[in-house]
């Protein structure tokens, strides 16, 4: 007896109906499959756009901003705590070339000031720091030990009203010696040749001060304000030659 032949596999694919979005099954057909509703995505305008590109372009900058305030609070902790620690920081101090002038002293022996060049302020005047003597770095006027004039200025009196070791030039006298230390440490002594109260106008015009030479290296010491000397006032100047 023969086998009757097989009835061929027949391999079924159940399919989902897929409907229109938001489709519900009709009551009159309660057999039918449901179907899966597809998400509506609805256009977004140009106008919605660029509302939230500004938005994001909002946001990075607060976070840009957060972040700077972030490091510079960070900093200034950092400075106000190292400041703490450590003390008062001292200010920078400039090194001198060998050849700058950087101190004179009245007398050979006596007290050093420190000593460096300036220019006129937005007054037209020279003035000089406190406790300090400068050289007068214009006016043709050459650096103190150069062979020329050279300009030195300084106050006699504190902000207190105390006199100043620069108030010292005012008892120089014919022969006393102005010493001048430069950077490497040499020192240069000049001679006195005349001290005394001059007015403003004679000072202006005085040829030992501004005259032009190149004879002899020499110093005009000048006060930076008037001083009285009895009943006379005026400002001191006392010129000192390379003897």
Known sequence: MSALPQAPLVEETLTEPVGRPGWAPDPSHPDEAPVRTAPVRRPVSARQRAVYRRRRI???ALLLLLIALVVVGVRGLTALVSSLVSGPTAAPVHEAAPDDPVQ???RAGGSGLPLSPVGVDGRGVVDPPEGEAVWYAGGDRVRPGALG?????GDVAAGDGTPTSFAEVTSLT???RVVVTFGDGVTLELDVVSASLVDRRQLESSDLVWGDQADTRRIALVTSEEVTDGDDRGTFLAVAELG
């Open 58 to 60: 909002v946001a990075a």
């Open 104 to 106: 004179v002293a009245m």
């Open 149 to 153: 004039t050279a300009v030195i200025v």
């Open 174 to 176: 014919e022969g006393d």
